[in-house]
């Protein structure tokens, strides 16, 4: 847009009320090179597709002005709890480890004596962290003895740490669970750790004793992958990972008491394939990704989230022409109807739940084998062919949703700690990822407490030289 000139009105605050024949006018009758600069300026607006209305000095180029903003949608519902709801508290803690009584010597008001009443005392709970908190250090003297048999010298086993570690099992676990688990960062521990604990660490110190965590929780990790393929429902998804730059894949699959992590540099079928490495006896829910196609199983479900997804895609990005329209809506009300079927198994008999369900087949078989001219419309006609099968198998099973959500939920700390972290920086980093984020997420899924689980079962591997399964440390920890 032409700079304005020294002495000529600001074209901005001339055309505030709109451009009109008056306003016309009045420029004309300031002269020649007043009205042939206005006429510059519409035109370099006009070659912009600017809007002189949202024409505004104060605003920088390029942004719109707040006032000329769309207003966000209004709430359907206020959130919170209803009127005449139950109200929600903590719950008062199952161990209380100080007990101190509050007696006023005086009115906190005016200071007056109080006549002291009995039995009219009140009960307050507060929970807090021990004012200061400072590692221990114990001197551990080890008694080294010569055995005849043997013909060597022996010394008992210090069960508190790994072999010729300094660090013990709780700061280790705290802080691989804290990376891991959580998604902080290597730096962000170290100064956790001596800020508020007054524990120094360094990372090399905390990188090694992570993979020697790893490599002793391994066969956790397999029992972990055991479990998850015998389950009855398993829900798989993928997202992206990185590898000393170079791009990975980071898969998952969980069900609702375990999760199985696996990073490979290759988004296609031989990783599931190489993970299912005989036929799934359950159901497997997931996205289209073609990858899952390859695995044999006794049932799939497709995520309909997906599916609307792409829908409300194209009906924002692509092709919306022709019979787009009315293939969008039919489909849309199939798969509501669905769901909403999905929500009143529980309340309809067996015989009018079984007929809404051939109904809802029946739809979708005649949405799939009529004829349409929209490619956007061929494209997921395509897709609805090719997973006929796997589109409404949670209206048959309850333990089966329509979506993909749990997976989707599993790996989100992935992608908080993607974001953090930048993934690894070697394979044996990967590695152990996979295994100390298998076993925290699944620790977590039992209920179990992680740090205490993981320690006790270091100790017992270092007494015995053999690591009890994880679901017997679990069963223990709940007995």
Known sequence: MPKRKRGLPDIASLLEGGFNEETARALYAQGEEI???VMMQLAALAMKKVDVNDVHPSEPSGSVATYLKVPPKKRRKKPGAKPGHKGSHRPPPENITHRVTHIAACCPDCGGKLNRRRGTTRKRFIEDIPNEIKPEVTEHTIQKDYCPKCRKVVEPVVPDAMPNAVIGHRAVVLSAFLHYFVGTTISQIITIFNTQFFFKLSEGGLVDI??????VL???????GEMVKSSGVLHGDETGWRINGKTHWLWAFSTQHATYYVINKSRASPVVLRFFKKAFAGILVTDFWGAYNAIVCAG????????????KKVAK?????????VFAKRLKRILRDAMRLRGKRQTLEKAKYDRLCACI???????????????QAKRLVKRLRRHRAELFV?????????DNN???RTIRNAVVMRKNSYCNRSQDGAETQAILMSVFQTLKQRNAHVTATIVNALRTFLTTKKLPTLKAMIENLAE
């Not at 391994?218 to 972990?224: A, C, R, V």
């Not at 990005?317 to 329209?325: A, F, N």
């Not at 087949?361 to 490619?375: A, F, H, P, V």
């Not at 949670?394 to 329509?402: G, N």
């Open 35 to 37: 009205a042939i600069f």
């Open 210 to 215: 992570w993979h020697r965590l790893a490599s």
């Open 218 to 224: 391994k066969s956790w990790y397999d029992e972990i």
């Open 300 to 311: 799939k479900q497709k995520c309909l989230v997906h599916l609307l997804g792409d829908m």
């Open 317 to 325: 990005y692509k092709d919306k022409s022709e019979d787009w329209p």
């Open 361 to 375: 087949e029946r739809r979708m078989t005649q949405l799939i084998e009529s004829t349409w001219k929209n490619s």
């Open 394 to 402: 949670f209206l048959y099973h309850a333990d089966v949703p329509f």
């Open 406 to 408: 749990h997976a989707e």
